[in-house]
């Protein structure tokens, strides 16, 4: 699915979208070049599960954690700045205790960690952003199918 996203309300009703869409376990891979979005569709989409105070981008501290309104806990994961995946040893990822992954840069960890149920390219386009939204698991295509659903952006022609 591709949606473009004219400025930063847009990015946050999607966010808003796929957490009321979003499984109960999900593993959710941000992928675009620096400034493409990937922290503030995190942002929004942690916003609209009920995190509340300070969300920081995990830049520098590679993992931040946040208690859900459900009762689950996010891992919001930025890896830009790490060399290969056995970089990620020490920060005790352990699948069974988050129940949604977001991950910026994942393929700088790949092999060290869950599989992508959804995978969301961002990318600059004019005044705004391009959004290509991919299902990688039997559940990512359930969650896609939702949230298409109920769609209330611009979807882009192909």
């Known amino acids: 699915m591709q949606i473009f996203l004219s400025d930063s309300d847009a990015t946050d009703r999607l966010g808003q979208m796929l957490a009321a869409s979003r499984p109960s376990q ?73 129940t949604l992954w977001l991950v910026e840069w994942p393929e700088r960890g790949s092999g060290a960690l869950p599989a992508a149920d959804l995978r969301i390219h961002l990318q600059m386009q004019d005044q705004g952003r391009q959004v290509e939204l991919c299902a990688d698991s039997a559940q990512g295509t359930e969650w896609l199918q939702r949230l298409a659903n109920n769609m209330h952006l611009p979807r882009s022609a192909g």
């Open 26 to 98: 999900a593993v959710l891979h941000l992928q675009g070049d620096l400034g493409a979005g990937k922290s503030t569709l995190a942002r929004a989409l942690l916003r609209a599960l009920g995190v509340s105070g300070p969300i920081r981008s995990p830049t520098y501290t590679l993992i931040e954690r946040y208690p859900l309104d459900d009762g689950g806990q996010a891992w919001h994961l930025d890896l830009y700045r790490i060399g290969d995946a056995g970089e990620l040893e020490f920060l005790g990822l352990d699948e069974a205790v988050a």
